[in-house]
């Protein structure tokens, strides 16, 4: 699917209100939500401590010319990696995302790194689906931000049908539908709080906007042309799970079902390794020439962008 520069910032801004309650983000700005399986997050789009994201795109400031914080920052390159919990009351981590948020070389990080991990894997899976309009566009781009888009994909499948059977619209009301009926009865009372964002899907299929035509209202905040002139994606809320863990070649080698899972996927789009769950140095190729076709960046690390486009 193809969206205009226009849906792309509306979707991003409804996300964002969701979020953040303003079609603008905060690139320095760091949370710590009291039962977020994510712990610290930061950033514009707020990517996690637990879900390896936040180490990634420390990395990729670190590594940026003239990052004006990369001395303080690189330090803990180790132990974001290791996604050590114990920073999530970091004084002097906190200190220096905050800072680092006014420098220009890190928003122009973030920027291309969230477009890179969030918006661009939500488009692949619609492109996936069959998705074209720019409303359903919207409701698999929230999923990416807001968690379990994959559980809820294949319920969907399960209890609507497929994409491709009933049709793009009915499977996307039908997701909604499946999503809202799994947030209001979820054990984390964090995640019952965010089913407004299933309502305000409903409201849209009803005034049926699939265009995300502007001006359009959500939660009482009026999107148009100059509210999306700033709109950007939005942080993320809890999570109902401890996101899974990034995956790479390492000594000793990983192990485990989630191993094994990856390996299987690379299996299935066309790598000729063994799914032996132990990530070792075959594994680790087929990741590269798989990051390689798919024109993402090469460097051996299994982590969200890299799942979405395997299918996982």
Same mark, same amino acid.
């Given at each position: 699917?193809?969206?205009? *520069?226009?849906?792309?910032?509306?979707?991003?801004?409804?996300?964002?209100?969701?979020?953040?309650?303003?079609?603008?983000?905060?690139?320095?700005?760091? $949370?710590?939500?009291?039962?977020?399986?994510?712990?610290?997050?930061?950033? =514009?789009?707020?990517?996690?401590?637990?879900?390896?994201?936040? @180490?990634?795109?420390?990395?990729?400031?670190?590594?940026?010319?003239?990052?004006?914080?990369?001395?303080?920052?690189?330090? @803990?390159?180790?132990?974001?990696?290791? +996604?050590?919990?114990?920073?999530?009351? *970091?004084?002097?981590?906190?200190?220096?995302?905050? =800072?680092?948020?006014?420098?220009?070389?890190? =928003?122009?990080?973030?920027?291309?790194?969230?477009?890179?991990?969030?918006? +661009?894997?939500?488009?692949?899976?619609?492109?996936?689906?069959?998705?074209?309009?720019?409303?359903?566009?919207?409701?698999?781009?929230?999923?990416?931000?807001?968690?379990?888009?994959?559980?809820?994909?294949?319920?969907?499948?399960?209890?609507?049908?497929?994409?491709?059977?009933?049709?793009?619209?009915?499977?996307?009301?039908?997701?909604?539908?499946? =999503?809202?009926?799994?947030?209001?009865?979820?054990?984390?009372?964090?995640?019952?709080?965010?089913?407004?964002?299933?309502?305000?899907?409903?409201?849209?299929?009803?005034?049926?906007?699939?265009?995300?035509?502007?001006?359009?209202?959500?939660?009482?905040?009026?999107?148009?042309?100059?509210?999306?002139?700033?709109?950007?994606? +939005?942080?993320? $809320?809890?999570?109902?799970?401890?996101?899974?863990?990034?995956?790479?070649?390492?000594?000793?080698?990983?192990?485990?079902? *989630?191993?094994?899972?990856?390996?299987?996927?690379?299996?299935?789009?066309?790598?000729?390794?063994?799914?032996?769950?132990?990530?070792?140095?075959?594994?680790?190729?087929?990741?590269?020439?798989?990051?390689?076709?798919?024109?993402?960046?090469?460097?051996?690390?299994?982590?969200?962008? $890299?799942?979405? @486009?395997?299918?996982?």
């Amino acid at each position: 699917m193809s969206l205009t *520069d226009t849906q792309k910032k509306t979707a991003q801004a409804i996300v964002n209100i969701f979020e953040t309650g303003k079609p603008v983000g905060d690139y320095g700005n760091v $949370t710590l939500m009291a039962g977020d399986s994510g712990h610290l997050t930061y950033g =514009r789009s707020q990517t996690t401590l637990a879900s390896g994201n936040l @180490y990634l795109l420390i990395k990729d400031y670190c590594g940026a010319a003239g990052a004006a914080l990369a001395g303080e920052l690189a330090p @803990y390159l180790d132990r974001l990696e290791r +996604a050590d919990l114990s920073l999530d009351h *970091d004084a002097n981590l906190r200190s220096a995302l905050r =800072r680092a948020g006014d420098d220009p070389v890190m =928003r122009d990080v973030q920027d291309r790194f969230f477009d890179r991990v969030y918006f +661009a894997p939500s488009q692949a899976a619609c492109a996936a689906l069959g998705v074209a309009t720019a409303l359903g566009a919207a409701v698999v781009y929230d999923s990416h931000i807001h968690g379990s888009w994959g559980r809820m994909r294949d319920r969907t499948n399960e209890q609507v049908g497929a994409c491709a059977s009933v049709g793009e619209k009915a499977w996307i009301e039908g997701y909604v539908k499946v =999503r809202k009926s799994w947030l209001l009865n979820h054990s984390n009372t964090l995640l019952r709080k965010t089913v407004y964002r299933m309502d305000v899907f409903i409201r849209l299929f009803g005034e049926k906007n699939w265009d995300l035509k502007l001006p359009l209202h959500v939660r009482g905040i009026r999107i148009d042309e100059d509210a999306i002139d700033g709109a950007e994606p +939005a942080r993320v $809320t809890a999570t109902d799970a401890p996101p899974p863990r990034l995956l790479s070649l390492k000594s000793p080698a990983l192990t485990g079902p *989630d191993v094994k899972a990856l390996q299987s996927a690379l299996i299935a789009a066309g790598a000729t390794i063994s799914a032996d769950g132990v990530f070792g140095p075959n594994t680790d190729k087929a990741v590269r020439d798989f990051q390689r076709s798919k024109g993402l960046v090469v460097d051996g690390i299994v982590g969200p962008t $890299t799942r979405t @486009y395997l299918g996982m």
